[in-house]
């Protein structure tokens, strides 16, 4: 065992890389339970988002575009969910796991003809002359686009949620879609934009997984990503700096993990790789012991009845 | 001078119903103009299209001379119409400043719109912390808030749907200062309501609905609440009477009963000691929230008590469950008729089944007689005019009176020895409420002793002998309801919870 093969600079820098794609998602289906609505389908808007980005990257040879259109993609699968929880009012159980089912095999029908390819690699983004700094340099500032974009997203919705009105409505709209129905507010509309929301993020979510992390197409390659995102907003009280906490401590001990089996800990490799699941859980359950309540209406069919 | 508000030939149907048919009625600045009508007049399809979330099928709106055709709430806000909601339309996990900017056009930001609501508060006398959690509030403040909201914006007209339904009656004298200033500076208020004294003490003319039609209007001041009752009903009411009867053995001791409350948003009940004895009606008063849902679960059984807190005929009974303590003859009928007193979806026979099987031997064995429980749900329709098709319909299918009815009826027709009814009346036509209270009160002459749990105080006033009043889970000493005023049921439900006169 030589513990000294792990270097932490490169452990701390790749541990925000693999915390992206559940960071993505997570803050999307925090925007959308925040709204009221349970999607259980981000497993599948992100494997369908993980598709189309490959796709369209190896296509155009733009990975910018890829992510575009993995947005687009889940935008477009969540639209599904939306029509069918919103519009038809169908348990959202229900129709979040059918999500799933169908992104997955959907995706895997996409994917056909792009098994065994290189998508074109995506550059990182240039800070100049910050890039060189001893140890900050190489844990902040050499990473690609998508995740300073993933930061950012966190703290933009954040702010919205708590200091712009759009963000209260939206608040208002999960906490009690009755009342807020009674104010005027437009819920159905409201959450179908959110659920939009939602698919787009676990999009780009997926799409960081075959573009970046990974870089290939495999069948099912998200691996159950999208369900740790789910866990993530439940165990994070719906606070988006939480999600971000509870992302980076699951991408790191992945991370730290794989670096423990590469220098040949003597732990069985099958409890190093459950430990990010496990220690992710109880530090977020652990969190949550203050009482922060789900949103009132969360996962209840809103009917605007007489 | 012009009508503020003028409703013409309003019309609007529903599948299968009127709710409104050729509504008409105008309303000046400043006046106080009373809604009257039984649940299901259409008092609140009315006011739904004046606040824009509903649109008349014919018939036109006009305010100031002005057509007024609100498409929503926003509009309608605009136009200058607040409302003060039944059921509140608030967010109990946002801050008071929150709640309101949401009913607000163009909220001014956080900081600045708590200024107004202090300012507000003040003036009118309601006090309120804009900083505080909805969720955390009594209802008393939770009406404030939505109050203040619509005040904030400088109402025109302002409608209130049963406003006094969760206030003590000292309360409810705050609350019509408060009206009172709004109306003399001009403010018209459509006031909701079917509690016709009140009506009497505020309003300067009422309009009365039956059906979803105009049936009558009147100068309220100079109406008998019984006149007005009746023009409510289109028919004469009886006022349920019963002999006087001497009372017999105790029935049922609570001694200390302290329990803490199962929900989390609940009321512990705290040290209740009263006794009840054969032939007697005792009525219990309060603000909705006081511990009532508790009470109740703790006589039924749902809510199991130690040791020597609960006797029935002297048996301590604390730990025995609903099933035991019918066969013992307690028997009980919760408030909330879908969920909890009825199953929704489960047909009148099975619903009859459910409580009824063990007093009404309608079950043997763990096998089901079928066709007793049938018998047993037809006499109870049958009985208490509950109006269906037959038995064999979803409690669902019910409208909420009926339900009420066969609920109340259930359990009076299995001769209990204690009956404990929490809100009997609720949302129960004027007739019907009048047959449930007539048949407690047989129910008391043929022997048994009931407990009625009610925040309709006319109504405990009408059929209790003695009076308690639960605060806080707290019960007071039950005293003869012979002579007992207004002003002291009050201040037995805990006075004016910190209430004050606006002073404007």
């Known amino acids: ?306 | 001078m012009t009508a503020l508000l003028a409703l013409d030939g309003l019309t609007k149907a529903y599948p299968g119903v009127v709710a409104n048919d050729t509504v008409s009625l105008s309303i000046a600045p400043g006046e106080v103009h009373a809604l009257l009508g039984e649940n299901g007049a259409g008092k609140s399809t009315l006011v739904k299209m004046i606040y824009g979330l509903v649109k008349p099928d014919q018939g036109t709106m006009q305010m100031h001379g002005a057509p007024y055709a609100p498409l929503e709430p926003r509009a309608a806000r605009a136009a200058g119409v607040g409302m003060v909601f039944q059921h509140f339309s608030l967010f109990d996990a946002l801050s008071v400043a929150e709640n309101i900017a949401l009913g607000m056009e163009n909220a001014p930001k956080l900081r600045a719109l708590s200024e107004q609501i202090r300012k507000v508060s003040d003036t009118y006398g309601l006090p309120l912390a804009p900083d505080r959690i909805v969720g955390d509030l009594s209802a008393g403040e939770r009406q404030r808030v939505e109050i203040i909201r619509c005040l904030l914006q400088d109402p025109k007209l302002l409608i209130m749907d049963e406003p006094t339904s969760v206030l003590t009656p000292q309360e409810v004298e705050i609350l019509f200062e408060t009206l009172r200033k709004l109306s003399a500076e001009g403010t018209a208020i459509l006031y909701i309501s079917h509690k016709l004294e009140e009506i009497r003490a505020l309003c300067d003319a009422a309009t009365i609905l039956r059906l979803g039609k105009v049936v009558g209007e009147c100068i309220p001041r100079d109406t008998t609440a019984r006149e007005m009752a009746e023009m409510m009903v289109g028919k004469v009411l009886s006022t349920p009477s019963r002999p006087s009867v001497t009372l017999g053995d105790t029935l049922l001791e609570l001694r200390g009963l302290s329990r803490p409350s199962p929900s989390a948003f609940g009321m512990p009940l705290r040290d209740i000691s009263v006794s009840l004895r054969k032939g007697e009606v005792l009525g219990i008063g309060g603000v909705a929230g006081n511990g009532q849902d508790e009470l109740l679960a703790a006589l039924s059984g749902e809510m199991r008590a130690p040791e020597g807190m609960v006797h029935l005929k002297g048996v301590d009974i604390g730990a025995l469950g609903p099933n035991a303590r019918r066969i013992a003859g307690l028997l009980a009928a919760p408030e909330e008729r879908l969920g909890h007193a009825a199953a929704p979806d489960m047909s009148l026979t099975e619903n009859a089944m459910l409580t009824g099987a063990a007093r009404e031997q309608l079950e043997k064995k763990g096998f089901l007689n079928w066709p007793a429980a049938r018998g047993f749900a037809e006499r109870i329709i049958e009985t208490f005019d509950v109006r269906t098709p037959g038995a064999g319909n979803a409690a669902r299918s019910l409208s909420g009176g009926n339900l009420q009815k066969f609920v109340i009826g259930r359990e009076v027709l299995q001769r209990p020895e204690v009956l404990v009814v929490n809100q009997p009346t609720w949302g129960v036509d004027a007739s019907a409420a009048a047959a449930i209270r007539q048949a407690l009160l047989d129910l008391a002459t043929d022997g048994a002793a009931v407990i009625v749990i009610s925040q309709d105080l006319d109504e405990l006033m009408e059929i209790s002998d003695r009076f308690a009043a639960l605060n806080e889970g707290r019960l007071s000493e039950p005293r003869s309801t012979d002579g007992l005023t207004v002003e002291e049921i009050g201040l037995l439900m805990g006075g004016a919870h910190g209430m004050e006169v606006a002073h404007v």
């Open chain 1, 1 to 306: 065992m030589d513990l000294s093969v792990i270097n932490p600079i490169l452990l701390i820098a790749a541990l925000m890389s693999a915390a992206t794609p559940i960071l993505l998602a997570a803050t999307g289906e925090l925007v959308v339970e925040r709204a009221g609505v349970l999607n259980l389908g981000v497993e599948g808007m992100m494997i369908l988002g993980a598709i189309c980005g490959f796709a369209i990257a190896v296509e155009t040879g733009s990975p910018l575009t890829g992510f575009i259109a993995a947005a687009l993609g889940g935008a477009v699968l969540s639209l599904l969910f939306a029509f069918l929880t919103q519009i038809t009012l169908a348990n959202q159980v229900a129709s979040g796991l059918a999500l799933t089912l169908f992104g997955l095999g959907l995706s895997a029908l996409l994917g056909q003809g792009y098994v065994g390819i290189k998508p074109p690699r995506m550059a990182d983004f240039n800070f100049g002359p910050l890039a060189d700094i001893p140890v900050i340099g190489p844990i902040l500032f050499s990473h690609d686009p998508i995740l300073y974009f993933g930061l950012l997203l966190v703290a933009m919705v954040w702010a919205v949620l708590k200091f712009t009105r759009a963000g209260l409505v939206l608040r208002a709209v999960g906490e009690n879609h009755d009342a807020a129905h009674a104010l005027g507010y437009k819920v159905v509309r409201i959450r179908t934009l959110a659920i939009m929301f939602g698919g787009a993020c676990a999009g780009m979510g997926g799409a960081y997984i075959s573009l970046i992390r990974v870089p290939q197409w495999t069948e099912g390659m998200t691996a159950g990503v999208g369900w740790i995102a789910l866990a993530l907003v439940v165990f994070a009280s719906w606070k988006p700096w939480r999600v971000l906490l509870g992302a980076y401590l699951f991408g790191g001990i992945t991370q730290l993990q794989l670096n423990l089996q590469g220098a040949g800990v003597a732990i069985p490799v099958e409890y190093l790789a459950m430990s990010p699941y496990v220690i992710t859980i109880i530090v977020l359950v652990v969190l949550s012991a203050d009482k922060s309540a789900a949103p009132g209406s969360l996962g209840r069919t809103f009917h605007a009845s007489h």
